[in-house]
């Protein structure tokens, strides 16, 4: 059995060794049946799942209606900024907050989904919820509503166009300029449709703007509005763009043997890694003084200076750039320096004396604080403030419940400064 590609998913990786279990008779010939198996793996797989034993599954694939739900409330969210307080912008926001509350109205409220989340699906069926929301509304709307969106729509490529497009728009007001896989699928749909389907009338009275969306000089402007009309213009025939058929390419390759050995076992388990793990875990434990890790574990902010010297420790003294990559992937030195060390539990609690001083949180809040620095001393921060909405932190009460917005705004910042801290400065 050879593994010639990656494979992340534990149940796939056992049902795939599964497979080099089953029996077979007299494979070698009469009265010589198949005893065992060997396996090749070229990709390191028994090392990762070493690392991760549950392995990393993928996640739930987003329909194209829930994406645009999505990035219609990115948008309605994005153009409360006051640089596009104008009207043009502002009559956009009206009309997607118009179709976002239309979308949550016409939820069928006799779905058991819906009826899991009928809180969600009270509160922003109204409005004036739209009227300022800030990250917290917008992953609660997101993360509870957006699955549970459907359309009556047909045209499934008008919806992929209407995706497409308004994560350009996304890209634009965030001004993050990630503009340039999307630039060219909306060029490549529009020199399709002038090469291939100009006769078709719907797209003929459009000549004039596909032409003008092919050219480089369009997109200088990356203006907002454009993109909107543009979107709305070309929808309808977005049906007509084919995909390119790939070629067939034919191989018939001879494998030459230049070498072979046979009795020699082979390491598959990474055991050097292994041993890269250890030593990472035992320099950290023997050096709790180091200036470096003691500011990490008393939550102070670490420089560039810090940084280098932990990176010359984890990637030249105890071992390669290439042992910390495979061992920790893309753990920040600081974060995985906490989760082995484990951060002062007072220090991490100290960051939100200032919070509770002046808030004075009931005892349900405080045990929501606990839950929060229990968290963070064992995994060293909290990664995504998206968390919060789930366990532990769920159960009794929700963080979206606990807390008033204001309340909400300054706990995501203490919990983000204690991440940063981890950080180069």
């Not at 729509?153 to 890209?171: C, H, N, P, R, T």
């Amino acid at each position: 059995m050879v593994f010639a590609k990656k494979v992340y998913s534990r149940i796939k990786f056992d049902q795939m060794i599964g497979r080099g279990t089953r029996l077979c008779k007299d494979l070698f010939g009469p009265g010589a049946d198949k005893k065992e198996f060997i396996i090749f793996d070229y990709m390191r797989n028994f090392q990762f799942f070493e690392l991760h034993p549950k392995g990393k599954e993928a996640g739930a694939e987003i329909s194209p209606v829930a994406m645009r739900f999505a990035r219609k409330v990115e948008i309605i969210k994005l153009t409360q900024d006051a640089d596009y307080s104008g009207d043009d912008y502002q009559n956009i926001r009206k009309s997607l907050v118009s179709d976002v509350v239309t979308d949550i109205k016409g939820l069928n409220s006799e779905r058991f989904e819906v009826v899991l989340r009928r809180q969600y699906v009270d509160k922003y069926k109204d409005p004036e919820q739209f009227t300022c929301i800030d990250n917290i509304k917008k992953h609660e709307i997101n993360d509870n509503l957006a699955g549970l969106v459907v359309t009556s729509e047909k045209d499934e490529a008008a919806i992929a166009f209407d995706v497409l497009m308004y994560g350009l728009m996304i890209s634009v007001l965030s001004k993050k300029k990630l503009i340039a896989q999307q630039k060219k699928r909306v060029m490549r749909y529009a020199s399709s449709l002038l090469e291939k389907c100009a006769t078709i009338p719907e797209v003929k009275t459009k000549i004039p703007e596909l032409k003008e969306i092919s050219a480089d000089s369009f997109w200088e402007t990356g203006d907002m509005l454009v993109f909107e009309e543009t979107r709305k213009s070309l929808r309808g025939i977005m049906k007509y763009v084919t995909g390119e058929v790939p070629p067939i390419h034919y191989t018939n390759y001879s494998d030459e043997i230049v070498f072979r050995e046979e009795g020699r076992d082979i390491d598959i388990c990474g055991t050097d890694y292994e041993e890269y793990r250890k030593k990472v875990n035992r320099y950290v434990d023997e050096n709790r003084d180091n200036p470096a890790i003691k500011k990490l574990l008393r939550n102070e902010p670490i420089n560039s200076e810090d940084y280098r010297e932990l990176e010359r420790i984890f990637t030249k003294e105890l071992g390669s750039e290439d042992d910390y990559r495979i061992s920790y992937q893309d753990t920040p030195f600081g974060i995985l320096i906490r989760k082995i060390a484990k951060m002062d539990h007072d220090a991490a609690f100290s960051a939100f004396g200032e919070f509770i001083a002046e808030m004075r949180p009931n005892a349900e809040q405080m045990a929501f604080l606990e839950k929060v620095v229990d968290y963070i001393v064992e995994n060293g921060c909290i990664e995504n403030i998206r968390d919060l909405m789930n366990a532990p932190f769920d159960r009794p009460v929700r963080f979206s419940v606990l807390f008033t917005p204001d309340e909400q705004k300054k706990l995501v910042t203490i919990i983000n400064s204690i991440k940063d801290n981890a950080l180069v400065a």
